[in-house]
């Protein structure tokens, strides 16, 4: 996943979408992988139109936000011990 498109908020759908769309092998129809995708994870109700709970707060969240959130539930750290590199998607302990 090499995009740095979508990273605001309110953009889940699409950001998915387009990992999807420029991923090593990706899906024929990549819209409806992210759907199915966020189905999965309880994040999208099963019309494929309307998040739930729980998508409109990983919604209202940028790339970032997402990104450490991730890590700090990983991890159990803060989200603020986190820096984020935009170019993988993925944060890290930030040094000190």
Do not use: C, W
Request: hydrophobic content about 35%; cysteine-free; glycine content about 6%.
């Amino acid at each position: 996943m090499h995009t740095t498109k979508f990273m605001g908020k309110n953009q889940l759908v699409e950001r998915l979408t387009e990992q999807m769309r420029t991923q090593k092998n990706p899906p024929e129809n990549p819209q409806a992988a992210a759907i199915a995708i966020l189905q999965a994870r309880g994040q999208m109700e099963k019309d494929g139109k309307t998040l739930t709970a729980a998508g409109q707060a990983r919604d209202a969240m940028t790339a970032e936000q997402r990104a450490k959130d991730r890590a700090a539930k990983r991890t159990g750290a803060s989200p603020n011990a986190f820096s984020y590199n935009p170019k993988t998607n993925a944060a890290t302990f930030r040094r000190r």
